[in-house]
């Protein structure tokens, strides 16, 4: 028996109207039978199965259609063209309290939002307390939500969503409005939901979350479905991209080299272009190292090799927590490099950071002592740190070389993964890593009995 099919989406596009002036919108108000519409498509023709059960993220730039697609699947919107079809109640946590009505107070809209939801009043009576105890939001849940705080509002939406015993949840990243506790309980709720076979629905920009809550991803891009797959794949191609963009809207002085693969307003993306690149786009010849990694930048200057290295500078290819490690990185600079700026990153096997850090973080000076010889050249730099007290396995080390400041950069060369480091442990590690300076201390009381 095949899986159960929880949505599916055949040939969804939907199209909404733009004004290129606000008379436009008058006009056809005035004078009905002439559009002064422009038709804009904001999803195109998105095929998708989702099986009950299953955590699809949500990935996308701002405007790739991405609540358009959730709003289609909760219902409050129709496709201009397509079948959807829904099996079970869903429960959607979109923007920010949106069902909430602002006059009413939070206890009229608990009422009000569960009977969309399809529950009887009897039934919503039943969850009251449950719902009131899980918002914590006290005596505001007699007052308008008008006067709540975002973070309030978010609390009885998301209190509301997982309480009406829904068998969708779409949640998106207003959750995260909420203070780092209530984000707490709401991530344990959906553990639970999850391991109830709840199908949920996760929209996010932070492809950490995605990688480590989902089970399967989606990256929608002007409203065309460009990849799906692992969430931690469909993450990497996601980021990759997110990083060509970045490049095309700052680079400068790359117009005599512009990288004929990334054409601007190109309507598709093709993956294999944008991942895998196997000539430098700056010097349009094979990169001097790593072929097939993926690595994106602008090639004015390049990562020559890695190294992993122990403190006595040998290589190592295992690591105990509390061994000091040398990653050796060679650069070369094609072109001139205003500020170097090379920076190393830690992932667990799903793509969540651990810890990251720069040249620029530990050293504001180090770019322009760096620069003080010559303007093209190599130059190495050793990253030394201790490695931490983490749980066995494998840990990638993503590497870049950028131009610039963490908050205005021109990535030069980054590499994805560019080395994988198996870690061991001497004893056992409960859980992701084990915390230092660990002790017990026992104080016993004695009872006297006479
Ligand atoms: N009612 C509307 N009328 C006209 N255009 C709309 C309407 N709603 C959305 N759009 C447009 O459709 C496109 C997709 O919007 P949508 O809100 O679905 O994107 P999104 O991926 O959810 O964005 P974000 O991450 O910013 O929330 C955008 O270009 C948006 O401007």
């Known amino acids: 028996m095949g899986e159960e099919i929880a949505i599916s989406l055949k040939n969804i596009s939907k199209s909404y109207k733009r004004y290129a002036r606000p008379v436009d919108r008058l006009k056809e108000i005035l004078l009905p039978g002439k559009s002064h519409a422009q038709e804009f498509w904001a999803l195109n023709n998105i095929n998708l199965d989702i099986p009950k059960g299953e955590t699809l993220g949500i990935i996308g730039q701002n405007g790739s259609g991405k609540s358009t697609l959730l709003q289609i699947i909760a219902g409050t919107l129709t496709p201009t063209i397509g079948?959807?079809?829904?099996?079970?109640?869903?429960?959607?946590?979109?923007?920010?309290g949106s069902g909430f009505n602002p006059e009413f107070t939070g206890k009229q809209n608990v009422f009000f939002n569960g009977q969309i939801l399809g529950l009887s009043r009897?039934?919503?009576?039943?969850?009251?307390?449950?719902?009131?105890?899980?918002?914590?939001i006290g005596d505001f849940m007699e007052q308008p939500v008008k006067t709540y705080s975002s973070g309030m509002f978010v609390r009885l939406a998301f209190s509301v969503a997982i309480n009406v015993n829904p068998e969708i949840l779409i949640v998106d990243e207003s959750l995260a409005v909420g203070d780092g506790i209530f984000v707490h309980r709401c991530m344990a709720k959906i553990r639970d939901f999850q391991d109830s076979g709840g199908t949920i629905l996760f929209v996010s920009h932070d492809v950490g979350s995605v990688s480590r809550l989902c089970s399967k991803a989606i990256w929608i891009n002007q409203?065309?479905?460009?990849?799906?797959?692992q969430p931690a794949e469909v993450c990497k191609h996601y980021q990759a991209w997110v990083h060509e963009e970045v490049n095309k809207r700052t680079s400068i002085n790359l117009d005599s080299n512009k990288n004929e693969n990334i054409a601007a307003n190109e309507e598709e993306i093709d993956l294999t272009k944008i991942t895998i690149k196997e000539s430098n786009p700056f010097t349009k010849k094979p990169y001097m190292a790593f072929y097939g990694f993926e690595r994106f930048g602008t090639g004015r200057a390049e990562i020559e090799h890695i190294s992993v290295l122990d403190s006595q500078g040998k290589p190592i290819q295992l690591v105990y927590p509390g061994d000091v490690l040398k990653i050796r990185i060679t650069t070369f600079r094609h072109d001139k490099v205003r500020k170097p700026n090379v920076g190393i990153a830690l992932l667990d096997r799903l793509r969540t950071v651990l810890s990251g850090w720069s040249t620029e973080l530990l050293d504001k000076n180090f770019a322009s002592y760096w620069l003080s010889k010559s303007e093209?050249?190599?130059?190495?730099?050793?990253?030394?740190?201790?490695?931490?007290?983490?749980?066995?396995g494998n840990y990638a080390l993503d590497i870049a070389f950028g131009d610039g400041t963490h908050e205005n950069l021109e990535m030069l060369d980054w590499i994805q993964n560019a080395i994988v480091i198996q870690a061991a442990v001497n004893d056992l590690v409960e859980g992701v890593f084990q915390v230092s300076g660990r002790k017990i201390r026992l104080y016993e009381e004695s009872l006297c009995t006479q």
Do not use: N, Q, Y
């Open 83 to 96: 079948e959807v079809s829904v099996h079970g109640r869903v429960s959607a946590l979109l923007e920010l």
């Open 223 to 229: 409203g065309i479905l460009v990849d799906t797959g």
């Open 122 to 136: 009897a039934e919503i009576e039943a969850k009251f307390d449950k719902i009131a105890s899980f918002a914590e």
């Open 376 to 392: 093209i050249g190599r130059a190495t730099v050793d990253f030394e740190f201790i490695w931490p007290h983490l749980a066995g």
